[in-house]
Structures are given as C-alpha cells and as structure tokens.
C-alpha cells in the first residue's frame, strides 16, 4: 500500500483537537484492539479522544489499554475527526445520523481490512489481504515511525488472533506471522492474549457450540455445510466473539466449499456467517447478493425474518 496514505492519516490525526474513535455494532477481538491501540496512540500524543462502540465491551478482553473508556452514546458530537476502524460499512457503527448531518469541518478517516461497501470516508486506508486491521495499523506504526511499545504490541496480536483463529484461517499470510512474531519481541503477552480470547469460554457458550454442532447439515447440491441457532438457543451471557468462533472452527470442516451459520436475533432479524477454507470459493459474492459484505473467506449479512423448522428442513419466514 502507498505508505503516503499512513502520513497523510498521521498528519490529519495530529492537526486534531477533538477525536472520535469508534468500530463496529457487536464488536470482536481485532475491532476492539485497533480501537484500543489508536487510544494509546492518542493518548501519547496528548490528544483529547473519547471511544465509541454501540453494543456493550467484551469482558474477556478487559486486559486491553484503554477498554475502559468505551461509551455507548455522547450528548455532544462536537469532534473534528471521526476514526472508524474495522467496519467494512460505516453504518455498522451506528453513527448514520451523526455522520450524514455532520458539520463541514468533521472529517473521516477509515481504516479496515473488509471490502469497502459505501464510500463517506475523507480518508481511506483499506487493505482486504490484511489479516486484521490491526495488521494495517502495524504499518501505520512503521511508516510514522512510531516506537510500537507493549501496550500496542498486545493490541496488534489480539486483532491478529482472533480474526485468524489462532493462525488457522485461510487470510493468514507470511507476513502476518512475522509480524505476530516482531510484537512478541515488543512485549506482547502471548498466554495472557490466548488464554483471554480462546481458553476463557464459558458453560454457557460451550453448550451454544453444541447446540450448533447437533445441527450441522451439508447441502448435498452445493456441497455446502449449514447450522441454525435459534435466539433462544443464545443465553445473554455468550457474546458475539464467542458465537463467531462457531464459524470459524466450522470452516475446517473437510470435503465441503463452505459452511453458514444462521443465527436468529432477537429483534426479529437472522444473522449469517459464511466461511470458507477453499482456494477457489468466495463466500463475499454470497454475501453481497444478499446485502452484506466481507472477506472471500469469511463474510455476513443480515436479513429479516425469522426462522422456521418444517418437514423438509429450515426457512426464512
């Protein structure tokens, strides 16, 4: 990527006053650390921020700089620039009237590793070969020659890998590793990250994964796995991250082109998750006719509905 992108981003981020950083609804490990290692880099530079995310933090990730400064709604929307970071659609992050009604001088910088969706950005940093956003955000680091310390280094392996599963999902490139590699040489805590976001599950989850599992079904046609999770088969307590694990592990499933997850909402809408682990499969195209959006190997979309079990197998209704 033109490394002028990551100067002009660092000069548009150090001639302002008032920053807002936010991410997408029902965020995951790697949202939540490209936001947390921003606010450590604010927070360096002396620079007056506040922190966004529509839906409530997750817990398991609280050993993350920063985490605690999340907020879910702010009386005034008087900031200069707006950092939105890991959302593929900017209306994930659930900002559509601050956003369409902002004033002349607020101004956006985006930075993600999903297929670009709708274009508001003032400013664009995308890469969808990236494993994370935090590994776009590695490079910003280098480029601006910003020395990487510990706190910054745990973020950039947390996005890395929980948006890999752990370095087992297809996006995982040489150079993802290596810069996997590099943090753990910054400081990064490796056992603390995984026993974090990997090994900390829940009863509760475990029993979702199982309830998953027992209804797992090939589509002999397409050569295609499926699952459905009702929204009663969800407790509260089991969080996005841990139902988006379900997906990935599904993805090793052998002899398939992909599988999907179907997951009902509880406000009346169902929530897909495709996956793929296969060279020549782009789930994305799947994903895009039907609204959404993503990676060729790891994609969603949200539609309404609700879902149905008849003789003949699962329905939209």
């Known amino acids: 990527m033109n490394a002028s992108l990551y100067t002009k981003a660092f000069t548009l981020i150090?001639?302002?006053?008032?920053?807002?950083?936010?991410t997408h609804e029902h965020p995951d490990g790697d949202a939540l650390a490209s936001v947390c290692l921003i606010a450590e880099i604010l927070s360096l530079l002396n620079k007056k921020y506040s922190l966004y995310c529509y839906d409530q933090i997750n817990y398991q990730l609280n050993f993350l700089p920063h985490i605690d400064e999340f907020k879910n709604y702010y009386e005034s929307f008087d900031f200069d620039l707006i950092i939105i970071?890991?959302?593929?659609?900017?209306?994930r992050a659930k900002?559509?009237?601050?956003?369409?009604?902002?004033?002349?001088?607020?101004?956006i910088l985006e930075i993600d590793h999903h297929q670009k969706m709708k274009d508001c950005a003032d400013l664009e940093i995308r890469d969808s070969t990236?494993?994370?956003?935090?590994?776009?955000?590695?490079?910003f680091l280098k480029a601006n020659k910003i020395k990487i310390n510990k706190d910054?280094?745990?973020?950039?392996?947390?996005g890395i890998l929980t948006d890999t599963g752990n370095?087992?999902?297809?996006?995982?490139?040489?150079?993802?590793?290596?810069?996997?590699?590099?943090?753990?040489?910054?400081?990064?805590?490796?056992?603390q990250i995984i026993e974090n976001t990997w090994r900390n599950k829940s009863i509760a989850s475990m029993k979702t994964w199982g309830k998953a599992m027992s209804r797992l079904k090939i589509n002999q046609q397409y050569n295609f796995g499926f699952t459905i999770l009702k929204s009663q088969d969800?407790?509260?307590?089991?969080?996005?991250?841990?139902?988006?694990?379900?997906?990935?592990?599904?993805?090793?499933?052998?002899?398939?082109?992909?599988?999907?997850?179907?997951?009902?909402?509880?406000?009346?809408?169902?929530?897909?998750?495709l996956r793929t682990s296969k060279p020549n499969v782009d789930v994305s195209k799947l994903a895009r006719a039907l609204g959404g959006g993503g990676h060729?190997?790891?994609?969603?979309?949200?539609?309404?509905?609700?879902?149905?079990?008849?003789?003949?197998?699962?329905?939209i209704e």
């Open 14 to 22: 150090n001639s302002s006053k008032n920053i807002l950083v936010s």
């Open 152 to 158: 910054m280094a745990n973020c950039i392996l947390t």
């Open 95 to 107: 900002l559509n009237k601050e956003i369409l009604s902002r004033k002349p001088n607020q101004l």
């Open 167 to 191: 370095f087992l999902y297809p996006s995982t490139s040489s150079e993802t590793v290596n810069i996997a590699s590099e943090m753990l040489t910054n400081g990064a805590k490796l056992p």
């Open 296 to 315: 060729t190997k790891a994609s969603g979309f949200t539609v309404e509905g609700n879902l149905e079990k008849t003789a003949n197998g699962w329905k």
């Open 85 to 91: 970071l890991d959302c593929g659609d900017v209306e």
């Open 130 to 139: 990236a494993a994370a956003t935090t590994e776009i955000l590695y490079y």
């Open 234 to 273: 969800v407790p509260a307590e089991v969080t996005e991250e841990e139902l988006e694990g379900i997906s990935g592990f599904l993805s090793n499933l052998s002899a398939v082109n992909g599988i999907m997850l179907l997951r009902q909402l509880p406000d009346g809408k169902i929530k897909g998750s």
